[in-house]
């Protein structure tokens, strides 16, 4: 079983950030991800003057900085970039990494950015057409050996070549976030390597449905995904899935009640012992990796994960 850890990149300064790579890289971790925002999504609650910093340069640092792990986004926003920029940018972290960078990529949904900085922001079937769009661009790229022409509503290539290659064979890994069952899971059957269940989207009506971060919701969407498969020819088996997993390390009760009702009904929050049952469950159903989002994410919160829960799966 694999474990990584989403590290905040707002709210926080580059010294924590750095300690938290250091914590991870000396540890049972295997895996760092960070938010892809310009602004932090507290916005609303008047966070827009806290620091943030850029999720792509995060990563091209953790690259140079570190020899085992393996890193992404939680996830990158597609309207943020030019998919062909996407793909450059991320078969040069591959290069810079030695073959550890995973492409997780998202429709993208925080209107406040996009507002804040002048770009678009389309409705959601537009997104979500982009989105797919981007996917296949972005896959065509990753899986060519010659220059790429890509002529498609909203992206276009004239005999785009992608050099250096990423240094992992057959390709680096795309990851699709996201639980929409109609486009994000069918643009997945498509294009994608990996799923992630990401427990921060879990909504009101997925936690009276099937009571927030269970296995019911995961065992749901993974039906989903393989009925997409079915659809488009592709064979299930192909595909991984990952859990990005709120988590709150604590044995005061009212500490832990407090996190779940800020953050939402996909956090999973308590004691050790329980957080390491509820993570057995998710390991017996299949899930590949987990990747915690502890707040804080510092050093001495991962450290304390570290020790008292990873070490458990040892």
């Known amino acids: 079983m694999k474990f990584g850890a989403s590290v905040s990149s ?10 938290a790579i250091g914590t991870m890289e000396s540890g049972r971790w295997e895996s760092i991800w960070f938010p892809d925002h310009f602004i932090p999504p507290a916005a609303w609650k008047g966070a827009e003057d806290q620091p943030i910093f850029e999720s792509w340069s995060l990563l091209a640092a953790v690259a140079g900085m570190t020899t085992k792990l393996r890193m992404g ?7 943020y970039r030019n998919p062909g920029l996407v793909a450059k940018m991320a078969t040069t972290i591959d290069q810079i990494s030695q073959g550890r960078f995973i492409l997780s ?6 209107k406040r ?9 389309p409705s959601l079937g537009e997104r979500s057409n982009r989105f797919e769009e981007a996917c296949q661009l972005i896959h065509e790229l990753f899986t060519a050996t010659e220059p790429v022409d890509f002529d498609g509503k909203y992206y276009t290539l004239d005999k785009a070549p992608l050099s250096p290659a990423a240094v992992q064979n057959p390709h680096i890994p795309i990851m699709i976030g996201g639980m929409g069952e109609k486009r994000t899971l069918r643009t997945l059957a ?13 909504g009101k009506e997925e936690n009276e449905r099937y009571g927030g971060m269970s296995l019911q919701l995961y065992k749901h969407k993974v039906e989903v995904i393989e009925k997409h498969c079915e659809d488009v020819g592709r064979d299930p088996s192909e595909i991984k899935y990952t859990i990005s997993m709120p988590i709150k390390l604590s044995e005061n009760t009212d500490e832990t009640e407090l996190f779940i009702d800020q953050v939402g009904s996909g956090t999973v929050a308590g004691t050790a012992d329980y957080i390491i049952q509820r993570v057995g469950e998710f390991i017996e159903a299949g899930v590949d990796e987990i990747m915690f989002s502890p707040r804080p994410s510092n050093s001495e919160s991962l450290q304390r994960l570290d020790e008292e829960v990873l070490s458990a799966f040892d």
């Not at 986004?73 to 309207?79: A, I, K, L």
């Not at 990529?105 to 925080?110: D, E, I, P, Q, S």
């Not at 950015?113 to 922001?121: P, T, V």
């Open 73 to 79: 986004h939680m996830v990158s926003g597609n309207t």
């Open 105 to 110: 990529v998202g429709a993208a949904w925080f």
């Open 10 to 19: 707002y709210t926080t300064s580059w010294d924590e950030i750095s300690g």
């Open 190 to 202: 498509k294009y994608g390597d990996i799923w992630n269940l990401d427990g921060f989207a879990v």
């Open 113 to 121: 950015e996009h507002e804040a900085y002048g770009w678009d922001f």
